[in-house]
């Protein structure tokens, strides 16, 4: 279990922009939509910026009785597709053969059954052989972009085969998909089961949020500008809105979907990445044990729900038949593979408190939810009121509050309301925005999002990923709502119109302190 020294932080740092170590990657599940929609559009682009290194080869397991040529012919189409699709991080620049040559190159598939011992011998042979002909220095990286029942076997069996040992030389990391757990037990269970075999500093935990340009971005506008910071208290700020509203529906996703619903899905994972990078003390250093520790301590400073904070901080909804961007929705209940008396919730919000000396009176609102009228995520600083005195005896009635809105997706910017005063003899004032696009200052390398994380983890940087006791804090914070919901059958849950903004209850968790949701814009 010995840890292969990857050098000291510093190191890593600055090996980051250069052509990644020499590796074999191994994808468990490879024929799988991940695989194809994502990993493979990923490692392409990886490869079209020069960011692999030439001793790279690549090795595909899963059942799928195919020779090298029918998978890599499978996935080329995967490929293809995603470089011409815009709408999912791809461009309009043709196709780079010379890339996907590259890839295609140095690629293997080995059929096997994922829990049996056969198909990991032949793994370690097939790791032999390209270690030898690419030239790996035996690093592997192994990705299980496979289903999450899989995850603790498949780390059992590369221990039990040696294939986990870094004692050989080689550096060996696997990164583990979502869902890591579906309750605070099951995912302690998982960290117990694969710490057997691996050191936590070879475990890459992902969360493909942290892979998005504007979600890294949050600690570069806190950090590294001196006009945030010194505001980003209690102090200053009334409260915080994190939206993460989504446009689709279940999908085909009803058999993992109605075990699991919005809270689960979303929000100790995705939306309390967003909460502990806005909400973290600031690190040392990007090293990823800086980074991982404040975010692990915020989260532990937020307040723990009893059963009465549930009921009245804690709303959740199911979508009702209607109509999302002009298409027509069906309910939830009535979508292919769903049970027909569902009480899986397809949105959910809730109040919380962090009770630490930059936090402690501020509620931080979150709310998720699927066949809503836009995608899109945000995080939403308000600041306090100013005092009215002032315009008492002008035209004004309201004095509107100072908002910093972070788009994290779809349009990336950031912007910045406040009042001016509207042109004319009278004192009038109008909201308006500043706002700061993206797109207007940089251009973009077309990304899926995972380019980041895959090549983070070839070079032994785990700052983008999270660790055991951060997944366990997130699980520790839900647990509560979860145990309510599955004990107490009182609980509403209310529907909502597709292509709505939520249920009215989600609503009245602001107006009760006089406050409102910002639109889902
Ligand atoms: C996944 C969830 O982890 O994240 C999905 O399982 C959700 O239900 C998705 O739709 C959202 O990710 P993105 O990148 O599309 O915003």
């Known amino acids: 279990m010995a840890a292969v020294n990857n050098g000291s932080e510093r190191d890593i ?17 490879s024929s799988g939509d991940l695989t194809k929609r994502l990993l493979m559009p990923a490692l392409y682009n990886l490869a079209k910026a020069g960011l692999l290194a ?123 998909e979502k869902p890591f757990g579906s309750d605070l037990a099951s995912a302690r269970a998982l960290n117990a089961q694969i710490l057997k075999t691996l050191d936590e500093s070879q475990i890459y935990r992902m969360d493909h949020f942290l892979g998005k340009e504007t979600v890294q971005n949050i600690m ?12 980003w208290s209690r102090d200053h700020i009334d409260h915080v809105q994190i939206s993460v509203a989504e446009t689709v529906g279940v999908e085909h996703r009803a058999a993992f979907y109605e075990a699991t619903g919005a809270l689960r899905d979303m929000v100790p994972n995705h939306v309390f990445q967003l909460l502990s990078l806005t909400a973290m003390e600031p690190p040392n250093s990007f090293a990823a044990d800086a980074v991982r520790t404040e975010k692990t301590k915020v989260l532990g400073a937020i307040i ?14 199911q979508y009702a038949a209607g109509s999302v961007v ?46 809503l009228t836009r995608r899109s995520t945000e995080i939403a600083i308000q600041f306090k009121n100013v005092p009215f005195a002032l315009f008492r005896d002008t035209g004004v009635d309201t004095l509107n509050p100072n908002v910093l809105a972070l788009q994290i997706q779809p349009n990336e910017g950031i912007s910045l309301q406040f009042g001016a005063k509207h042109p004319g003899t009278e004192i009038q004032l109008g909201a308006v925005r500043m706002d700061f696009r993206y797109s207007d200052y940089f251009r973009t390398a077309p990304s899926t999002g995972y380019e980041t994380l895959v090549y983070d983890c070839m070079v032994g940087d785990a700052m983008l990923f999270n660790r055991a006791d951060g997944v366990e804090a997130g699980w520790e914070i839900v647990q509560p709502i979860l145990d309510l919901w599955q004990r107490a059958k009182d609980v509403p849950l209310p529907f909502y119109p597709a292509g709505s903004v939520g249920p009215d209850a989600a609503e009245e968790l602001l107006w009760r302190s006089g406050r409102q949701w910002r639109p889902i814009a």
């Open 304 to 317: 723990p729900f009893e059963e009465d904070d549930v009921r009245r901080n804690v709303v959740r909804g």
């Open 54 to 176: 030439k001793q790279f080869a690549l090795i595909g397991v899963d059942r799928a009785e195919q020779s090298t040529d029918a998978f890599r012919d499978y996935l080329a189409e995967g490929v293809r597709r995603f470089v011409s699709d815009t709408a999912m991080g791809g461009t309009t620049e043709p196709f780079d053969a010379e890339a996907w040559e590259f890839i295609a190159a140095r690629m293997y598939h080995l059929s096997g059954d994922l829990l049996d011992n056969k198909t990991y011998s032949e793994l370690g042979k097939l790791l032999e052989t390209t270690a030898k002909e690419h030239n790996t220095n035996g690093n592997v990286l192994f990705y299980l972009a496979v289903g999450s029942r899989l995850f603790g076997p498949i780390v059992d069996h590369l221990g039990a085969a040696g294939l986990a040992n870094e004692e050989g030389g080689g550096w060996r990391r696997a990164i583990i």
């Open 220 to 231: 570069v506008l806190r950090f590294a500008n001196g006009i945030f910071e010194p505001l």
């Open 326 to 371: 002009g298409h027509p929705v069906r309910a939830y209940r009535e979508e292919e593979g769903v049970n027909p008396q569902s009480n899986t919730e397809t949105y959910v919000a809730l109040r919380l408190g962090i009770d630490n000396w930059r936090w402690a009176g501020v509620p931080f609102y979150l709310r998720t939810g699927k066949s």
């Open 13 to 29: 740092a600055r090996r980051r922009g250069a052509t990644a170590p020499p590796c074999t990657m191994v994808i468990f599940g």
